[in-house]
């Protein structure tokens, strides 16, 4: 693959809590410049990067970030919020204690009532898969399915670990027919995304890769 192939399903990303408007602004330019899937931003600054770029390129955000144990109406709340104010997809973080504790019928109601919000809008489903098991891996990929959801995601980039080939290659094991799969946490480089790519995944959340083309002087036939 070029890494202009693998730049088109990026996500590209910047979720620090010291974001600034600037950055952000930079982060738009570069992913159009670049055209990556997406920028995935915080809800704050979602109606400013939409107008920016005046909804000719698509605005992700995140939802329950980065713990996922708010209350599902907040959850709904910021989703009905981030929708108004322009973006194009959701990445919701899923309920980790209800996961733990097995009660995965709060979790399937939670992702429909948000899916439900977003209507048409792409749901991305994370799951933190460093705090889970393979079981609970497995089960969650069964639940996404199930859901109306339209990926499950594996990490948010602020655990204890994020994507690895392990995980993504386990889900698309098991994720059923329709369904997507985004591996995003800790990808380095190009040699790793195009395996994450090669194992199934569909989506990659990183700034990393837009940071290291605009590095090279020729981004075509590099890979």
Same mark, same amino acid.
């Given at each position: 693959?070029?890494?202009?192939?693998?730049?088109?399903?990026?996500?590209?990303?910047?979720?620090?809590?010291?974001?600034?408007?600037?950055?952000?602004?930079?982060?738009?330019?570069?992913?159009?410049?670049?055209?990556?899937?997406?920028?995935?931003?915080?809800?704050?600054?979602?109606?400013?990067?939409?107008?920016?770029?005046?909804?000719?390129?698509?605005?992700?955000?995140?939802?329950?970030?980065?713990?996922?144990?708010?209350?599902?109406?907040?959850?709904?709340?910021?989703?009905?919020?981030?929708?108004?104010? *322009?973006? #194009?997809?959701?990445?919701?973080?899923?309920?980790? $204690?209800?996961?733990?504790? @097995?009660?995965?019928? %709060? /979790?399937?109601?939670?992702?429909?009532?948000?899916?439900?919000?977003?209507?048409?809008?792409?749901?991305?489903?994370?799951?933190?898969?460093?705090?889970?098991?393979?079981?609970?891996?497995?089960?969650?990929?069964?639940?996404?399915?199930?859901?109306?959801?339209?990926?499950?995601?594996?990490?948010?980039?602020?655990?204890?670990?994020?994507?690895?080939?392990?995980?993504?290659?386990?889900?698309?094991?098991?994720?059923?027919?329709?369904?997507?799969?985004?591996?995003?946490?800790?990808?380095? *480089?190009? #040699?790793?995304?195009?395996?994450?790519?090669?194992? $199934?995944?569909?989506?990659? @959340?990183?700034?990393? %890769? /837009?940071?290291?083309?605009?590095?090279?002087?020729?981004?075509?036939?590099?890979?």
């Amino acid at each position: 693959m070029t890494y202009r192939e693998i730049l088109s399903r990026v996500d590209h990303t910047l979720l620090r809590p010291e974001a600034s408007w600037s950055q952000i602004q930079e982060l738009c330019d570069d992913a159009v410049r670049f055209q990556t899937a997406s920028v995935c931003i915080p809800p704050c600054y979602v109606k400013q990067a939409a107008d920016y770029l005046e909804g000719k390129f698509p605005v992700c955000t995140v939802i329950g970030f980065p713990n996922g144990y708010n209350e599902t109406d907040v959850k709904m709340y910021e989703t009905a919020g981030a929708v108004g104010a *322009g973006a #194009a997809e959701i990445d919701m973080v899923a309920n980790i $204690g209800w996961i733990k504790a @097995g009660e995965y019928g %709060l /979790v399937l109601e939670e992702i429909n009532r948000i899916k439900a919000v977003c209507g048409e809008r792409i749901l991305k489903v994370i799951i933190e898969t460093c705090l889970l098991t393979e079981e609970e891996k497995v089960r969650m990929c069964q639940i996404v399915t199930e859901s109306r959801a339209d990926f499950i995601k594996t990490s948010t980039g602020f655990g204890t670990g994020g994507a690895t080939f392990e995980d993504v290659a386990l889900m698309k094991a098991h994720m059923g027919e329709g369904k997507k799969i985004k591996a995003a946490g800790g990808i380095s *480089g190009f #040699a790793d995304a195009e395996k994450f790519l090669s194992l $199934g995944a569909d989506r990659l @959340g990183t700034s990393r %890769l /837009v940071e290291q083309a605009k590095k090279e002087a020729d981004l075509d036939g590099q890979i």
